[in-house]
C-alpha cells in the first residue's frame, strides 16, 4: 500500500455512498440509520483498543523511564485540553461548518449546492479526519480511516437521499483536505523516533475512544479541544527521554 491509500478508500466511499443515494437513499429507514451508527461506534472502540496497544510498545517502555509513559500521555491530554479549550477548537469548527452553510445556502436554492457543503464539512470537519489521515501519512495503518470510510459512505447515502449529486461531489474538496494532513503524517514519520510515534498514536487511542462515545450517543466528549495532545504527545515523550 501507499501513502494516501486511505483517503482513495474515503473517497470511493463517498461517492459510492452518494451514487445509490440518489437512487435508493430513501428507502433506508432512520432506524436502521441509527443501528448503523451503533455498530460502527462498537466497531471504534476496537480501533481506540489497538492505537492504545502502542501504550505498551517496547520501543516507547525502554525509551522512557518505568512508569513515565502514563504521565506522558496523561499530561498530552490535560495540557492539550487546556489549550485546545482555550482557543475553542471545536467551537470554531462547528461555527465554521455553520457559517459556510449559511453562505453557499444563502447564495443558491439548489439542493445540489446545499449537499456539497454540508456534506464537505460534515466529511472533512472531524477529529477522524485529522487522526487517521496523519496515521495514513506515518505508515502506522489505515484502520481509522476504513472505519471514517464505512461512516462517510452511510452518511452520503442517507444525505444524497434528499440532497441529491452535490454529495457525492464533496468527496473533491475531503481528498484534497485529507491528503494534505496525509502529508504532514509523512513529514513527522520521517523526523520523528519510533517511541514519539508510539506516544502520538497512543494518545490518538484516547481520542478515538472519545469519538466511539459520541456516535453511541453517550458523552458528547469535545473531541475536537483534545487535538493539541497529539503535538504534545511526542514532545513530552522526547523531554522525558532526554531529561528523565
Known sequence: ???????????????????LGVFIGAKISEKLRNLIIDVLGCVTIISAADALSAYWDKELTNAIPRGWVII???FSLLIGALIGTVLQIEDRLENLG???KRRFSSSSGSNFVDGFVSASLIFAIGPLAILGSISDGMGTGIDQLVLKSTLDGFTSLAFA???????ALSSLPVGIYQFIWTAI?????????????????AVGGVLLIGIALRLLRIKQIAVGNLLPALVLAPL?????HQFI
Open 161 to 167: 437521499a434528499s440532497l441529491g449529486w452535490g454529495v
Open 236 to 240: 513530552l515523550a522526547l523531554a522525558a
Open 72 to 74: 506522558v500521555i496523561i
Open 1 to 19: 500500500m501507499f501513502p494516501g491509500i486511505g483517503t482513495v478508500l474515503n473517497i470511493s466511499t463517498i461517492i459510492i455512498g452518494g451514487t
Open 98 to 100: 455553520e457559517s459556510l
Open 185 to 201: 503524517g509523512l513529514f513527522l514519520g520521517s523526523i520523528l523516533a519510533g517511541y514519539q510515534v508510539a506516544a502520538m498514536t
